[in-house]
């Protein structure tokens, strides 16, 4: 079966106030969608790993060529536009079942319970070249 | 037929018997540990079927021993039989107790980072397997084989002999093991990392290890000082989470679903050790913890007293996460300013750490600053990195955002 890594970019949402200025109830059902959906995966025998991302304010960017000390850089800033908040990569039948996980991560609720439309990445894990008959 | 959490704990509980047993009579911890592993392995294979051998034991040290001849079998490893041979220690009167106390000694060498202190400790005296140890702790078990592995190689190369350490040296090397165990108690308490907020098997296993230290030595404040503390905090346990795994805080808890017969022991413990001087630091928090433990309801809580209690604590310790403690003790006994106040001098030692400003909120809103607090809460969740922790501080920012 592949396997698929579905990311969940954070990105500013057009009509969508960061989360920190939502209602605490609409936080609670936010939170509580994103568990259920783990549930449901991990459930389903889909789910491989599934992590959400510490802040982009603590992040470090590392460069070294071989020589000298390495560049360590702070960042992204917390004025990031886009950042990545987290990831499940979930082992499926077929690449239609990762978009449709996919679909439904997207729609968790925001404020008001309404749906957020959150971009996700999905992208296919390679795998060893399969066995020749 | 046995059922099989029985055989496991069994298990468990002979495990670092049988390999003090094979490390005496062969002197190689490190193929030592390697053989009783796989004895505990076949021995939870078959014993819940054939059922439990009349000398459990026996039965363990006599296919340990048959592993660890099977890989001596090689030319090389026959040499370093020989060579461990005559290395073995005289053969005395040594208890078992002795032994899982010398094996701590080992697993918690100062060489070890403490995340493969931690891991082998699991396995040569907590008698996990690779396979849960990796499990608890969220990594490929290939992984975690590796660092156990690797922890071992670093012991073999120190050269320590299996051998009770000897006077100031034996003092120094308790601390390391104690401040393991804390380690261990602290990673299932407030998991470090992920989603779950508390993985009660660490705990579990951290309180049962420190139970067997204080089991040999019932006289050391320190010892009985730390297992106080877990008990006393592990108590709060089934109240520290509500029904979707968030965070409740101290003051907000059920208290009646406090687990009573644990604080009474954490409390008789600590008393008792307190009652035979010299205080350190494992004993100061455990009181910190029964005062807590003791306030029916959290008003009732007897801040002047951990007020005083954090004071010594800071004077014995230097920790600016003390310091942090204290000044959230001195704003319950003299308001948030005084609290503030304290805070300004910690901004340098815990630069950037997200406590800081969780304690900084709370102080605002105690105040009655929304607006400050908003801030220092949003700035407390970016930088956690608990999910349960950034749950709660999201949540408290907006609980004050006006809409």
Not at chain 2, 186 to 208: D, P
Not at chain 2, 215 to 220: I, N, Q, R, Y
Not at chain 2, 325 to 340: F, K, Q
Request: hydrophobic fraction near 45%; include cysteine.
């Amino acid at each position: 079966m592949p396997k698929f890594l579905l990311l969940m970019h954070y990105a500013e949402i057009e009509g969508v106030p960061p989360i920190t200025e939502w209602a605490p109830e609409d936080i609670k059902a936010h939170i509580a969608f994103q568990h259920t959906l783990g549930q449901e995966l991990t459930d389903k025998g889909e789910l491989v790993d599934g992590q959400g991302l510490a802040g982009p304010e603590a992040a470090k960017f590392v460069t070294f060529r071989g020589e000298g000390a390495p560049v360590v850089t702070d960042g992204p800033f917390a004025e990031a536009k886009e950042f990545l908040a987290g990831y499940w990569m979930v082992d499926v039948d077929n690449e239609a079942r990762a978009v449709e996980i996919a679909a439904q991560a997207s729609a968790a609720p925001g404020p008001g319970g309404v749906p957020i439309g959150q971009e996700i990445e999905v992208r296919e894990v390679m795998s060893a070249p399969s066995v020749e008959q | 037929m046995t059922a099989k959490p029985a055989i496991e704990d069994l298990l468990r509980e002979l495990a670092p018997q049988v390999l003090g047993v094979l490390v005496r009579r062969y002197g190689d911890f490190y193929a030592a540990e390697d053989a009783v592993q796989e004895a505990l392995l076949a021995a939870a294979l078959h014993w819940p079927s054939d059922g439990v051998p009349d000398n459990p034991r026996g039965w363990l040290v006599q296919a340990a021993v048959r592993r660890l001849t099977d890989q001596f079998r090689s030319e090389q490893a026959r040499r370093r039989r020989e060579e461990a041979v005559a290395q073995e220690p005289p053969a005395g009167e040594v208890g078992d107790r002795d032994d899982t106390l010398i094996l701590l000694f080992l697993c918690c060498h100062p060489s070890l980072t403490p995340a493969s202190a931690i891991a082998l400790t699991l396995r040569a005296v907590g008698g996990l397997t690779t396979a849960e140890i990796a499990n608890a702790f969220l990594v490929p078990e290939t992984t975690m084989a590796q660092r156990i592995s690797r922890a071992k190689k670093s012991i073999k190369a120190s050269g320590e002999p299996f051998r009770m350490p000897i006077g100031d040296d034996r003092a120094r090397r308790l601390r390391s093991v104690l401040h393991v165990l804390y380690l261990l108690f602290n990673e299932g308490y407030t998991s470090s990392v992920g989603e779950e907020l508390h993985r009660s098997e660490l705990s579990g296993e951290a309180i049962r290890l420190t139970r067997l230290v204080h089991a040999v030595l019932p006289e050391d404040g320190e010892v009985a000082g730390l297992l106080a503390l877990m008990l006393l905090t592990d108590a709060r346990r089934p109240a520290r989470t509500g029904a979707d795994g968030e965070l409740i805080p101290l003051a907000e808890q059920d208290r009646t679903r406090w687990d009573r017969p644990l604080i009474a022991e954490g409390t008789a413990l600590i008393t008792d050790a307190v009652a035979r001087g010299a205080v350190g630091e494992y004993q100061l928090q455990a009181a910190i913890a029964a005062v807590h433990d003791d306030a029916p309801r959290a008003e009732e809580t007897d801040w002047p007293q951990i007020l005083a209690l954090y004071g010594l604590l800071e004077r014995m310790s230097g920790n600016p996460m003390v310091a942090l403690n204290r000044a959230i003790a001195a704003a319950m006994v003299h308001g948030p300013e005084a609290g503030l106040k304290l805070l300004a001098a910690l901004d340098k030692p815990l630069a950037g750490h997200y406590r800081l400003d969780a304690v900084r909120a709370h102080f605002h809103e105690m105040a009655g600053d929304a607006e400050a607090a908003i801030t220092h809460y949003r700035a407390a969740a970016a930088r956690t990195t608990s999910l349960p922790e950034r749950h709660y501080l999201t949540t408290q920012a907006a609980k004050l955002t006006p809409r």
